[in-house]
């Protein structure tokens, strides 16, 4: 079955300064990735998602690209504030709408 | 609209004991979805469902079981609770077709004493 690695863990970083995550998967048949927030005690929110047959994607300040070569996918925020603070997880799936295959999360945290 | 709703938010149970915890959707979503939050594990699938009356296995559906009779709901049964299934449960649901996203549940913390 599909196995999503993700990096790093933990993350700390500047406010206004860049935050990158990393996630690589194994499955090449996978053609859905979403990247979900989740904030302490509250339940995941999808933020963006990338289909297979589009390399990158970005809304306001966070951009996901996706490298289906080499099967791998980046979450990017740019100039990051304190309300950036959460646990990212990287996901993905064979079947676009669900079966998702999860990360294992990284914690980022933003100080002022 | 509610969207995900699961019910109850916190459990305590003994080992042994069995439990169903709830969830329903108004969205009129055909795909629901269990997952279980471990620390430094993500989220892990239990059981799914394609529509009402169909369902199917995820990553770790041992100890649990599932049915769904109507579109709106999806009920997770524990036949018997161990100290391993201690977690967060989270339900989620997607309509499927052209729209991709889940919607999450508010989840259930559940300990198994």
């Known amino acids: 079955g599909e196995n999503v690695e993700q990096h790093p863990s933990t993350l700390s970083v500047q406010e206004g300064d860049s935050a990158v995550i990393k996630c690589t998967y194994s499955d090449s048949a996978s053609n859905y990735f979403p990247w979900y927030k989740q904030e302490l005690g509250k339940r995941p929110q999808l933020i963006i998602d990338?289909?297979?047959?589009?390399g990158e994607k970005k809304d306001q300040r966070i951009a996901v690209t996706l490298n289906k070569t080499a099967k791998h996918f980046s979450l990017h925020i740019t100039e990051t504030q304190p309300e950036d603070s959460a646990v990212y997880f990287c996901a993905a799936s064979t079947d676009s709408w669900g079966k998702l295959q999860f990360g294992a999360g990284t914690q980022v945290v933003v100080t002022p | 609209n509610a969207g995900v709703t699961q019910t109850p938010k916190f459990q305590v149970l003994k080992t042994g004991q069995s439990m169903t915890l709830q969830c329903a959707q108004d969205m009129n979503h055909e795909y629901m979805s269990w997952y279980r939050q471990d620390p430094g594990m993500g989220l892990r699938l239990i059981h799914y469902s394609v529509g009402a009356g169909i369902t199917d296995q995820g990553e770790v559906p041992n100890g649990y079981n599932v049915s769904r009779s109507t579109t709106e709901d999806f009920p997770l049964r524990l036949l018997s609770a161990a100290p391993s299934q201690t977690s967060v449960y989270f339900c989620?649901?997607?309509?499927?077709?052209?729209?991709?996203?889940?919607?999450f549940g508010p989840g259930t913390r559940l300990t198994v004493t």
């Open positions: 990338i289909r297979s047959n589009v």
């Open positions: 989620a649901s997607s309509y499927g077709r052209t729209s991709y996203e889940q919607y």
